[in-house]
């Protein structure tokens, strides 16, 4: 068994740190699409909004948000939230 050189170290902290850096510009690619989607899936817009699921069944049962459901899954419309939420302030 060869014994680990300081060569050996600096290589390896080399690749953890790209490593690093590539995890941080995936996460930072992933938050750029999700802002360029007008329609989100629940769990998203929950997320994004802080809401339960019962608020977001009630705002699309009232007809106060867009909503499509497509095989299953609701997808609702970001900007009608936004607005939702803008108006109740």
Same mark, same amino acid.
Not at 3 to 29: C, F, G, H, W, Y
Not at 43 to 48: A, D, F, Q, S, V
């Given at each position: 068994?060869?014994?680990?050189?300081? &060569?050996?170290?600096?290589?390896?902290?080399? &690749? +953890?740190?790209? *490593?690093?850096?590539?995890?941080?510009?995936? #996460? *930072?690619?992933?938050?750029? +699409?999700?802002? &360029?989607?007008?329609?989100?899936?629940? #769990?998203?817009?929950? #997320?994004?909004? *802080?809401?339960?699921?019962?608020?977001? &069944?009630?705002?699309? +049962?009232?007809?106060? +948000?867009?909503? #499509?459901?497509?095989?299953?899954?609701?997808?609702?419309?970001?900007?009608?939230?936004?607005?939702?939420?803008? *108006?109740?302030?």
């Amino acid at each position: 068994m060869e014994p680990i050189t300081r &060569q050996d170290l600096e290589v390896l902290r080399s &690749q +953890i740190v790209q *490593d690093v850096e590539l995890l941080m510009n995936a #996460k *930072d690619n992933e938050n750029e +699409i999700d802002s &360029q989607f007008e329609w989100l899936r629940s #769990k998203k817009i929950r #997320k994004l909004m *802080d809401i339960s699921p019962a608020t977001l &069944q009630n705002f699309r +049962i009232s007809g106060k +948000i867009r909503h #499509k459901k497509i095989m299953g899954s609701y997808y609702y419309n970001k900007t009608d939230l936004i607005n939702l939420f803008e *108006d109740e302030r």
